[in-house]
């Protein structure tokens, strides 16, 4: 007995109805629905608009803090429990660029006085945040190294934690998902 003639009707009937492709044909099928339409106007058109639209989905969710979106230096429980540190905390550092336009403005005022108060002012902000960043170093590595497994890589965690003091808290990316004074 051959094996057509132990199927039954109903699987010799189910059948894809054309002959399977060449691979030749297969591959250059699956190129072109990547590609798209290129050729056209509204092809190119669509296109970028499709890219537009994943890439404010991906900066969205990038923002929110969703590991899934994050930049390599952003991702890893060491990096998230560092953003939360520093984002609970006031930092001098983020204060250093709106005390920068106070002084060019007062620094535009011609008085001998307003220039040496200035200048006085700038010296102890610049010693302040110097100051407040080295305390931060130490604080933060201590503070990693308590709360996180012995085996964790914390190798660039306290520059990256730094850098981040050192920004205004909203052009913080991705955005701080702890206030100041409050812990995750």
């Given at each position: 007995?051959?094996?057509?003639?132990?199927?039954?009707?109903?699987?010799?009937?189910?059948?894809?109805?054309?002959?399977?492709?060449?691979?030749?044909?297969?591959?250059?099928?699956?190129?072109?629905?990547?590609?798209?339409?290129?050729?056209?106007?509204?092809?190119?058109?669509?296109?970028?608009?499709?890219d537009r639209q994943k890439r404010s989905e991906a900066r969205a969710e990038m923002l929110a803090g969703n590991p899934k979106y994050l930049l390599a230096r952003d991702a890893g429980p060491a990096r998230a429990l560092t953003r939360n540190l520093i984002d609970s905390r006031r930092s001098a550092g983020e204060y250093f660029v709106p005390a920068a336009f106070?002084?060019?403005?007062?620094?535009?005022?011609?008085?001998?006085?307003?220039?040496?108060?200035?200048?006085?002012?700038?010296?102890?902000?610049?010693?302040?945040?110097?100051?407040?960043?080295?305390?931060?170093?130490?604080?933060?590595?201590?503070?990693?190294?308590r709360e996180l497994p012995s085996d964790t890589n914390l190798r660039g965690c306290v520059t990256y934690g730094v850098m981040r003091a050192l920004q205004m808290r909203r052009f913080r990316m991705p955005k701080a998902q702890v206030g100041p004074g409050k812990r995750k």
């Open positions: 007995m051959s094996t057509e003639d132990t199927r039954s009707d109903s699987e010799t009937a189910s059948g894809k109805g054309r002959p399977t492709p060449s691979r030749k044909d297969a591959q250059k099928a699956r190129q072109d629905l990547l590609k798209g339409d290129v050729n056209s106007r509204a092809g190119r058109k669509a296109a970028r608009e499709r106070v002084v060019l403005v007062l620094g535009l005022i011609k008085s001998q006085t307003v220039q040496t108060a200035v200048l006085y002012g700038w010296m102890a902000m610049l010693i302040f945040v110097v100051f407040d960043t080295v305390r931060l170093s130490f604080t933060l590595r201590a503070a990693l190294k």
